[in-house]
């Protein structure tokens, strides 16, 4: 270990932009960043507190020559458990106590323990860890679903409110706080979980590394419903447009295409069809994750960028104008939406109103299902779709 010397005073405002950082890196990857952004929190509600890095230095300094060598991370997770401990609302400390032990991959109380488990299981029982959570997050990477998205909802609104209670600080501190920052992450914030029409929602999740569930489709009552495998009675989405349903799974990555099913119903919609759209949707969109979207992009207005047409075989003709088509399209802020259009009409006013199609806009065509007149009705459709967009 080499001792570079002290550190200077850290300035507020450091903070802040480090928050902005992991706020942006925390909707789509929550768990660290919860453990950073309660360290920044810990440091502006207690800019008189050493900073962490000279108590660590004391506390290697300080231990006996033949002690186990000290762990930092341990070390960090015992100084903000002891903070909020003291500090924090008692339901939110529970709550941070699950994350740390999910973030150190902990596993106390199994059989095969390493000695920094049975470290950090001296320090969750200071503070009061149940067993029955224990036992629950050791089997984290086996959960269904439904877990992982239950604790993952909970994770973004946690951050959530740890973030505002950062820029409420900073605000008392500074007037510095830059308005292009405010635009970029409350746009950011917005574009995850702000209700629009026809727009996907985003499936808050705790990890990114689980078994994908098997999911059907079902069609009953008026509506497609998709279940998965490990909590059948509830489904993971519910709509009448069976295109909107595959969207969700496709933009929210939990779509295989090797384990997708299908109920028999009297509809028309086969489960080959969902499974090649389903991987168009992928190759076109990929799956959600903003905190690859440049920061300058949340300063412009929302405009559409990128659209996937379906057209119905059975109810599309463009010599006579008449047609069905369902579009999914992206916006420049991550934003999916599924649309469906009874006439060209329609779509034309939709999309070149307001100026909210980009003039390098990327459209890719497709038919619901193929038939002998695919060629033909496909080269129609996109050459009529290809004049609605505005010229160059």
Not at 29 to 37: Q, R, T, Y
Not at 307 to 320: F, K
Request: aromatic share 10%.
């Amino acid at each position: 270990m080499i001792d570079l010397g002290d550190l200077e005073l850290i300035e507020s405002g450091e903070y802040f932009g480090a928050a902005l950082w992991q706020l942006n890196k925390s909707l789509t990857h929550p768990l660290k960043s919860i453990i950073k952004m309660l360290l920044l929190k810990m440091f502006l509600e207690a800019p008189q507190d050493e900073l962490l890095c000279r108590r660590f230095r004391a506390f290697v300094l300080d231990s006996a020559g033949d002690a186990a060598p000290p762990d930092p991370a341990l070390f960090t997770m015992n100084e903000v458990l002891r903070y909020f401990a003291a500090h924090g609302r008692q339901d939110h400390f529970a709550f941070i106590r699950k994350c740390f032990y999910l973030c150190y991959d902990l596993q106390w109380m199994s059989r095969k323990q390493t000695r920094r488990d049975e470290t950090a299981g001296l320090v969750l029982k200071r503070y009061g860890m149940e067993r029955r959570d224990i036992f629950s997050l050791n089997e984290f990477s086996s959960w269904g679903l439904d877990r992982h998205s239950e604790f993952g909802g909970l994770m973004f609104e946690f951050v959530t409110d740890i973030y505002r209670d950062i820029l409420r600080i900073e605000r008392g501190l500074s007037r510095d706080i830059g308005p292009d920052d405010l635009t970029i992450i409350g746009r950011k914030i917005a574009s995850s979980r702000q209700v629009k029409e026809g727009k996907v929602p985003i499936l808050h999740l705790s990890s990114d590394i689980f078994n994908l569930p098997a999911l059907t489709f079902v069609f009953e009552g008026g509506l497609w419903k998709v279940f998965a495998a490990h909590n059948p009675p509830l489904p993971v989405i519910a709509d009448e447009d069976v295109v909107f349903c595959l969207a969700y799974a496709a933009w929210n990555g939990i779509f295989d295409p090797l384990q997708i099913r299908m109920q028999p119903n009297p509809t028309s919609v086969t489960v080959q069809e969902i499974i090649d759209l389903g991987r168009m949707m992928r190759d076109v969109f990929g799956v959600y994750d903003i905190a690859r979207v440049h920061f300058g992009k949340f300063l412009n207005e929302e405009i559409v960028n990128k659209m996937l047409v379906v057209l119905s075989v059975e109810e599309t003709q463009a010599e006579t104008g008449k047609v069905d088509i369902c579009v999914m399209y992206k916006n420049n802020w991550e934003e999916i939406f599924v649309r469906r259009f009874p006439s060209v009409e329609i779509m034309h006013a939709f999309f070149t109103g307001d100026g909210r199609v980009s003039r390098r806009l990327e459209i890719v065509c497709t038919l619901r299902r193929h038939d002998k007149s695919y060629d033909k009705i496909l080269g129609q459709m996109t050459d009529l779709i290809g004049r609605l967009m505005p010229p160059d």
